[in-house]
């Protein structure tokens, strides 16, 4: 009686009339935009496109999620609370990075930051629980700063683009069906560019597929962003042309511990980033502090799973803790997890923007763990891209695809 | 603002119950709000299109309000000095200002106030009660300049949050009292970053609804304050008597 019901439901004004069986579970047949991956990347991207556009209703956007979880004020709903803790950021630095840390202050400052740098003295003051040897100066920001739940703004954001009117589904981009042309570059070459016409979605545990016509793709896949990449055909040609040059994003597992330690540092402690590389920040009101520590290339974990390597803290994350503050030397580890970095192996910077080649599919990825901070940066770039052709609010040119292929590396004066 | 101070001075909370209907698009969730009456506009907007945009349009036409009434008073810093700016937008939302050496200045029920603090632009302001205000994160940027502020209430203020005390640091040099009580939207997270004021003195941090657990937050901050008297929940708030720890007024049933 039920699917008599729904067949009738099918039939009735505003639902999707299809003859055979009922699809109100798949994507829709057209999307001017098809976003791949519902990561905050996507979700922004999405936000900034229903924003930025001419007329209410004019964009079509589909966001295709593989594995599914003031601006931001939806009606009727209760504000986002992001659990910002406004606590500040500590960098140190040794004798050797000390000339760096002092340009990059003095460049946020120029943009408006409120950072500050402090010498070892003042910071054994203002912190008694840390130990500054072989600290030669220290940033911290002193407003406006801090950490805050991503899990929360994530959730924020999909409701509020939701409220928008964008479309998300679950599901698997497996194919990419494109149509090609010749054309020529003044020089008299010929080039090969490419349009992606349609995407197939594959449904969740089910062979069942849906062709989603599109007029643009942006790949927001994050780790993954490289095989997608890959099922558009690019990478696919000789290497050392464009053609040939491949995405260079690849998933790379980070872990992070969470332990407990009684005497630890109180309740002003900001995120502290040690010389050696390794982090740590405050987490709630129970002495308990989370961190980690990113490994070098030699001794980079097997991304193929997310099994924590518990060594990895004992050997290399604890030495560096305990000489920094001394009352870690007592800390108990409570909890350790493992995630993947969207990790851009050319320079460790992000990749926004369109491919030359395949004109339709933009970027919005490879930020090798710094994606979250620029989230909403990156999509009005991307949004403003799609719609205007052009970079209007802040310049991404740097940030092109096309340094992969002329080799120019986009380098970050970062000390961590 | 307009309406009286009495009406104001009943919480955050209460508040936004009472202004219901068209005027709440998104309230803070509260037991009761689940429960509520859905007016006919929420009704209409789930079947048309045209209402749920008039409804968006309201609300973002209710932030832009209250950013207006936080707008910065720059034009005016340049002509009257910062204490007098800083004392001309704590009127006008309707809280009190204390120059040095001068009385309270406070505007009366219909929200009007003497102009003479216009000509004081060399005396500083010592003291600001800004209860029950709409002051925000924009807002605070009038209030900052105020360099020989002592004194800063800013109790039941609806919309003074983690964000806004993170700017506190530049009043570290002079706040030597500072009142937080009732202000719906503090957590414990914006607590931690009052560390920078080092010659506070006094600090009000009772009842903050944001704050998971009071006592304990309030060790900890009396911990990262060594020097201030911090003003907190009282202790035995939560704590049911016993039956037979029951005052000992009561006759014992059985005489030794």
């Keep these: 009686m039920s699917e008599f019901k729904k067949k009738i439901e099918c039939i009735l004004p505003g639902k999707q009339w299809e003859e055979l069986y009922d699809t109100s579970h798949l994507p829709p047949k057209q999307s001017d935009v098809v976003i791949v991956g519902g990561g905050i990347l996507g979700l922004s991207v999405a936000f900034w496109l229903k924003k930025l556009e001419s007329r209410r209703g004019a964009i079509r956007v589909l966001v295709v999620e593989q594995d599914h979880t003031e601006h931001l004020a939806v009606v009727d709903a209760p504000l986002v609370d992001l659990r910002y803790n406004p606590s500040g950021c500590l960098l140190l630095a040794s004798e050797k990075d000390a000339a760096t840390l002092e340009n990059n202050v003095k460049m946020q400052r120029q943009e408006g930051a409120k950072v500050c740098l402090i010498s070892p003295e003042q910071l054994q003051n203002k912190f008694p629980w840390i130990n500054t040897e072989g600290v030669a100066l220290a940033s911290y920001g002193m407003e406006d700063e801090g950490w805050f739940d991503a899990w929360s703004l994530l959730q924020g954001l999909r409701r509020k683009v939701q409220s928008m009117g ?20 003044p020089s008299g070459e010929q080039v090969v560019l490419r349009r992606i016409n349609e995407v197939h979605v594959k449904m969740d545990k089910s062979l069942e597929y849906q ?9 927001a896949a994050g780790p993954w962003s490289g095989q997608v990449a890959e099922l558009a055909g690019i990478g696919k040609g000789l290497p050392g042309t464009l053609q040939g040059t491949k995405l260079p994003v690849e998933p790379r597992k980070r872990y992070v511990h969470l332990w407990h330690c009684p005497q630890g540092p109180g309740l002003e402690t900001p995120l502290v980033a040690d010389i050696s590389g390794v982090y740590f920040r405050r987490e709630g009101l129970g002495s308990n502090y989370l961190g980690g520590y990113s490994p070098t290339e030699e001794e980079e974990p097997d991304p193929t799973n997310l099994e924590v390597d518990h060594d990895f803290f004992q050997n290399k994350v604890w030495p560096h803790l305990a000489q920094r503050v001394p009352s870690f030397k007592t800390l108990k580890v409570q909890r350790s ?21 395949v004109v339709n599919m933009y970027f919005a990825t490879g930020f090798s763990g710094h994606g979250l901070q620029h989230a909403p940066g990156i999509g009005r770039a991307v949004a403003e891209m799609v719609l205007d052709g052009q970079f209007n609010t802040i310049d991404m040119s740097p940030f092109l695809f096309t340094r992969f292929y002329l080799g120019e590396k986009l380098q970050a004066y970062n000390i961590l | 603002m307009a309406a009286p101070r009495a009406f104001l001075r009943l919480g955050a909370r209460e508040w936004n119950a009472r202004a219901r209907g068209i005027h709440s698009m998104s309230e803070p969730v509260t037991p009761d709000s689940s429960r509520k009456k859905r007016t006919l506009l929420q009704f ?32 005016i810093q340049e002509k009257y000095g910062p204490y007098v700016t800083g004392a001309l937008f704590i009127l006008k939302q309707g809280g009190a200002v204390k120059f040095q050496d001068k009385e309270w200045i406070r505007p009366n029920e219909r929200g009007h106030f003497p102009t003479e603090f216009l000509e004081f632009r060399k005396v500083p302001v010592e003291a600001v009660d800004a209860s029950g205000c709409a002051i925000n994160y924009q807002g605070m940027s009038n209030l900052l300049p105020l360099k020989e502020l002592r004194f800063l209430s800013l109790q039941c203020c609806p919309n003074v949050d983690d964000w806004c005390l993170s700017r506190l640091y530049l009043l570290a040099d002079s706040l030597q009292e500072l009142s937080l009580a009732g202000c ?3 957590s414990e997270r914006g607590l931690a970053c009052l560390h920078h004021l080092q010659n506070l003195r006094r600090l009000d941090i009772s009842d903050l609804p944001a704050v998971s657990h009071p006592g304990l937050t309030q060790i900890l901050v009396e911990e990262m304050l060594p020097h201030c008297e911090v003003l907190g929940t009282d202790w035995a708030q939560g704590l049911k008597l016993e039956p037979d720890q029951q005052p000992q007024n009561t006759p014992s049933p059985v005489s030794p």
């Design chain 2, 184 to 186: 719906p939207q503090v």
């Design chain 1, 211 to 219: 062709p989603v016509e599109c007029a643009a793709v942006i790949n």
């Design chain 1, 166 to 185: 964008v479309l998300l589904y679950q599901g698997e981009v497996t194919r990419f069906i494109t149509s090609s042309g010749q054309m020529q570059t």
């Design chain 2, 44 to 75: 209409l907007s789930d079947y048309f299109h045209d209402i749920h945009a008039l409804r968006e349009y309201l609300l973002r036409k209710q932030i832009l309000k209250g950013n207006r009434k936080n707008r910065s008073f720059a034009d």
């Design chain 1, 337 to 357: 997890w493992a995630g993947y970095y969207d990790y851009n192996t050319f320079d460790q910077n992000g990749v926004v923007g369109p491919h030359p080649l």
